[in-house]
């Protein structure tokens, strides 16, 4: 089988996967959701869907940085990155051991390209379209829920020490504005530094939303951001909900239903 993986790159594989290392937490969960959880051999610390994961599969590092020798030890007939959670010389490096595939996820489009993409890696192609039929059961589902729903400028914030924010041309952006609002920092590059002091200059948002992750916002962080942004309400948002890609997408729209509710 000859594939192209998101980035182009052509990628050979002789047989169907019976070994697989994912370094990317939502891609382990479509796994897991694909029926593929006996073939999954290595994950990463941060692979924390599902939960049982952590006690039965093997963990071979970071996102950032892995144990090359874990993985070589594994012996994977693949190896699952992406273009953003993981980097370039990681890619390099991890093609010493076996074929790597690698996502590039900017919309809800590309999500379900990748989930059919592996229906034909992996040969679970029914499994793969049961996902993607839900998911644009209930993408249409939402945008009839929303389209009545009044246009909010909001910031997503990412980071502290520095402040970081999601920026333009990243999957975080596309579903702010799925949700129907407008990213103050949409038009800077992907995850800017920012200064908070700075936040009604950069666009006076209505939203300020702390993400669940990567950084464990808290109360002193609400209120640390409060003190610059004058009218806009601070609002606690569930990171996955927003970043996860893949079969998370089927419980995101709920999700995204009840943060409307509560604004």
């Known amino acids: 089988m000859i594939i192209k993986d998101q980035i182009q790159r052509e990628i050979i594989l002789e047989k169907v996967p019976g070994r697989i290392v994912s370094l990317v937490p939502s891609q382990t969960e479509l796994l897991f959701d694909l029926g593929l959880e006996d073939s999954i051999a290595?994950?990463?610390?941060?692979?924390?869907h599902p939960y049982h994961f952590k006690?039965?599969?093997?963990?071979?590092?970071?996102?950032?940085?892995?144990k090359?020798?874990?993985?070589?030890?594994?012996?994977?007939?693949?190896?699952?990155?992406?273009?953003?959670?993981?980097t370039r010389e990681m890619v390099e490096e991890l093609e010493k051991i076996a074929p790597v595939h690698v996502s590039d996820i900017f919309t809800?489009?590309?999500?379900l390209d990748l989930i059919r993409q592996y229906g034909e890696i992996f040969s679970c192609r029914t499994d793969a379209s049961r996902?993607?039929?839900?998911?644009?059961?209930?993408?249409?589902?939402f945008r009839e829920y929303i389209a009545d729903k009044p246009v909010l400028k909001a910031a997503y914030f990412i980071w502290r020490e520095p402040w970081m924010v999601a920026g333009g041309n990243t999957f975080i952006d596309h579903l702010l504005t799925l949700n129907g609002f407008e990213n103050i920092y949409g038009n800077k590059e992907r995850y800017p530094?920012?200064?908070?002091?700075?936040?009604?200059?950069?666009?006076?948002?209505?939203?300020?939303?702390?993400?669940?992750?990567p950084y464990p916002f808290k109360e002193e962080h609400a209120f640390e951001a409060g003190r610059f942004t004058h009218h806009a309400k601070t609002v606690f948002v569930d990171g996955e909900m927003f970043s996860w890609y893949g079969s998370r997408l089927v419980k995101a729209f709920d999700y995204f239903k009840m943060l409307r509710e509560r604004l």
Do not use: M
């Open 108 to 111: 809800i489009k590309d999500s």
């Open 193 to 213: 530094v920012v200064e908070l002091k700075k936040i009604r200059l950069e666009g006076d948002p209505d939203l300020v939303f702390l993400s669940s992750e």
């Open 55 to 66: 006690s039965v599969k093997t963990i071979v590092g970071g996102t950032k940085k892995v």
């Open 131 to 141: 996902i993607t039929d839900k998911i644009e059961h209930r993408l249409r589902d």
């Open 68 to 86: 090359y020798d874990r993985i070589r030890e594994l012996q994977p007939d693949i190896i699952l990155c992406n273009k953003e959670e993981n």
């Open 42 to 48: 290595g994950i990463t610390k941060f692979c924390v």
